[in-house]
Each structure stands twice: as structure tokens, then as C-alpha cells.
């Protein structure tokens, strides 16, 4: 069965230093991955999305994710953080086994200070 | 791009009463709905998968009878949980799956339900 995980809860950065969050995925088939943000009460964005075309894929906002096959990961980042991108972000993978219906990590909470 | 709506945004109710969210695809037809709740501070789960034209299929410990889900058409599904108790607030979101792309899916931007 397919499976995500986001390594960690929180991550906290200082407005304007790199941004760093990590996914790790499990899926029998070709993945399709995706990154969300949630803002405070807030519906989902998508950030950017993995569909076996370039392994680096480049979002909105500055975002980019690499497709790691070997790694079984899907690290977001971003070179400089700033205040608005604090927010709930989740990795989210789906595969043709599972219908493609997609399985939510748990949620990453950046904290950008100024 | 693909929009997704869901109405209300934001509902308030009694005890006992049932409360009906709409989910709609408002520029493209999607076969596949998906409902969520979502806890505070909490990842989102998965209630049921609505398919246009027939039953819904619930996810273990989702009671049917408690959230009745309909999807009519190819471009709206509603969630109507009944007999509502305070233990059912909470943050619904409804995402839609273009017929043409199985493998995107579409969010719409949750509403949030508090039950008094």
C-alpha cells in the first residue's frame, strides 16, 4: 500500500535562509506526488506536483521538489524563506494500485522568523 | 485552472439537526469526488470516495448513516451529516478528480462546521 512520510512536524527558519521539508514515500508504482500548503483556516494549494516527466519539478512561490527514485523521497525547498510562507504544508502521494486515491502525510508546520 | 467550490464556507448548528454541504467542479466534470475532515493541527482523512451514478465507499469507521453522501451529477457531490452532536465539528474538505485525469485531483477550500 502506498505511504507517506513527513519526517518532521515542524521545521523552523529564519525569514530569508533556506527552506527545507522532507517527505518520504512507499508506493509499488509510479508515484504521482504533490505538495500542498494550507494557510490558518484556509483550503489547500497545490504547490507543485511529480508525474514521471522531469524529476525537478518547480512550483509556485519559489518551491521546488525532486523525485528521488532511490531515495524513495520528495524533499521541498525554497532558497530563501519568507514571512508568508509560514503555513501547514503536506506531501501527498497516489498510485495506480491505489485508484490514485491520494494518502496525506501528517503535516509540516513552518515557522518563518524575521 | 481547475476551480472547485464548496458551500457553505461556514455553518453553525444545533444539536440534532443535519447540515448539507455542497461540493462542486465548476469547470470540468469529475466522475471521482473525494470528502475529508480535518482535526486541528491534523493531517486530513479520508471519509469516502463518491462516485458520480452511485454508492458511496466509505473508509473504515466512517459511519454511512451519519454522513450521507450523493453525487448526482458529474459536477457535484454533498455531504449531508446527520443528526449533528458537538463531536462533528470540524473541517471538511471535498476535492474532485477530473474525468480526464485520474491522477489529479482538485481541493476545495473546506468548510468549517461547529455544532453547539
Known amino acids: 500500500a502506498q505511504s507517506v512520510t513527513q519526517l518532521d512536524s515542524h521545521v523552523s527558519v529564519s525569514e530569508g535562509t533556506p527552506v527545507l521539508l522532507r517527505c518520504n514515500y512507499s508506493?509499488?508504482?509510479?508515484?504521482?506526488l504533490f505538495w500542498y500548503v494550507q494557510h490558518p483556516n484556509k483550503g489547500l494549494q497545490l504547490l507543485l506536483k511529480?508525474?514521471?516527466?522531469?524529476?525537478l519539478v518547480k512550483g509556485i512561490n519559489g518551491f521546488e521538489a525532486e523525485f528521488k527514485k532511490s531515495e524513495t523521497s520528495f524533499h521541498l525547498t525554497k532558497p530563501s524563506a519568507h514571512m508568508s510562507d509560514a503555513a501547514e504544508y503536506f506531501c501527498?502521494?497516489?498510485?495506480?494500485?491505489?485508484?490514485?486515491?491520494?494518502?496525506f502525510g501528517r503535516g509540516t508546520s513552518l515557522i518563518v522568523h524575521p | 485552472g481547475a476551480v472547485v467550490s464548496q458551500h457553505p464556507s461556514r455553518v453553525i448548528c444545533k444539536s440534532g439537526t443535519s447540515v448539507k454541504i455542497e461540493c462542486r467542479s465548476l469547470d470540468f466534470q469529475a466522475t471521482t469526488m473525494f470528502w475529508y475532515r480535518q482535526f486541528p493541527k491534523q493531517s486530513l482523512m479520508l471519509m469516502a470516495t463518491?462516485?458520480?451514478?452511485?454508492?458511496?465507499?466509505?473508509e473504515q469507521g466512517v459511519e454511512k448513516d451519519k454522513f450521507l453522501i450523493n453525487h448526482a451529477s458529474l459536477t457535484l457531490s454533498t455531504l449531508t451529516v446527520t443528526s449533528a452532536h458537538p463531536e462533528d465539528s470540524s473541517f471538511y474538505i471535498c476535492?474532485?478528480?477530473?474525468?480526464?485525469?485520474?491522477?489529479?485531483?482538485?481541493f476545495g477550500p473546506g468548510t468549517r462546521l461547529t455544532v453547539l
Open positions: 511529480y508525474t514521471s516527466a522531469a524529476t
Open positions: 476535492s474532485a478528480r477530473p474525468t480526464s485525469r485520474t491522477d489529479t485531483q482538485y
Open positions: 463518491s462516485n458520480e451514478g452511485s454508492k458511496a465507499t466509505y
Open positions: 508506493s509499488s508504482y509510479s508515484p504521482s
Open positions: 501527498v502521494v497516489s498510485d495506480r494500485r491505489g485508484s490514485y486515491i491520494p494518502t
